[in-house]
């Protein structure tokens, strides 16, 4: 069974059951604009085009190109010039919701924080054996 939301693009309620982030009407004209965009990228010459090339050309907005390229509708191998936003500094990528740059970032702030954790430990640990040896 599904929810009743508001469609985030024309504010009608919806029956949301997970398949669709936008009501029929709205999926209507993704879908009619998806059709333009792809006939614009079968052509040869169009295959390399970026996002800004796209936009240009057809005036789909952006974040319907981002969003059809996240859920692979459009994909890298066929158009290896998209991409969409990291979620975390807007640079664009092409794989999973963050840059590599934002990946190494995290990992490096993870293992500092595990490294100050386990120093933390140490000198609890330190601290409980001093206390139960007076």
């Known amino acids: 069974m599904g929810e009743v939301r508001n469609c985030p693009t024309c504010g009608?309620?919806?029956?949301?059951?997970?398949?669709r982030d936008v009501c029929p009407k709205c999926y209507a004209k993704e879908e009619e604009l998806y059709e333009v965009v792809?006939?614009?990228l079968r052509k040869r010459e169009n295959?390399?085009?970026?996002v800004d090339r796209i936009v240009e050309v057809t005036?789909?907005?952006?974040?319907?190109?981002?969003?059809?390229?996240?859920?692979?509708?459009l994909q890298r191998?066929?158009?290896?010039?998209?991409?969409y936003p990291c979620?975390?500094?807007?640079?664009?990528?092409?794989d999973g919701k963050l840059c590599e740059e934002c990946q190494k970032d995290l990992k490096q702030n993870l293992r500092e924080f595990e490294a100050a954790q386990e120093f933390r430990e140490q000198i609890a640990e330190r601290d409980a054996s001093y206390h139960a040896k007076k």
Do not use: E, H, Q
């Open 12 to 19: 009608d309620l919806f029956n949301y059951t997970g398949m």
């Open 38 to 40: 792809y006939k614009f």
């Open 47 to 50: 295959r390399a085009a970026n």
């Open 59 to 73: 005036g789909v907005p952006s974040s319907l190109l981002y969003k059809w390229v996240r859920k692979n509708r």
């Open 77 to 83: 191998a066929l158009f290896p010039n998209l991409g």
């Open 87 to 94: 979620d975390s500094c807007g640079k664009i990528t092409t």
